[in-house]
Nanobody, 115 residues
């Protein structure tokens, strides 16, 4: 059974940085590597939105406009990890962040940015 576990969330002041991690288990390295991987977020009262995605080959990344230039998605196939480096955080980045691989989701990690 595939499991995704996010970590790295917390409370940070505006302008600060956080690095989110997503650890995958129950999946082979090959299966892990051929899937696109993404980070989503959901703020209170809002729909879940895509933040960043990295393609199955790892050659291409896509970001929602509001985080371009501030967030970076990456992955480590050997460790079966997906990361989201978040810099220059803003209060509007406050949300629960979820890792997604294929049809699997993690439980989410809370990011709170204070002004």
């Amino acid at each position: 059974q595939v499991q995704l576990v996010e970590s790295g969330g917390g409370l940070v002041q505006a302008g600060g940085s956080l690095r989110l991690s997503c650890a995958a288990s129950g999946v082979s390295g090959i299966i892990f590597s051929i899937n696109a991987m993404g980070w989503y977020r959901q703020a209170p009262g809002k729909q879940r939105e895509l933040v960043a995605v990295i393609t199955s080959g790892g050659r291409s990344t896509t970001y929602t406009d509001s985080v371009k230039g501030r967030f970076t998605i990456s992955r480590d196939i050997a460790k079966k990890m997906v990361y989201l480096q978040m810099n220059s955080l803003k209060p509007e980045d406050t949300a629960v962040y979820y890792c997604n691989i294929g049809s699997e989701w993690g439980q989410g990690t809370q990011v709170t940015v204070s002004s």
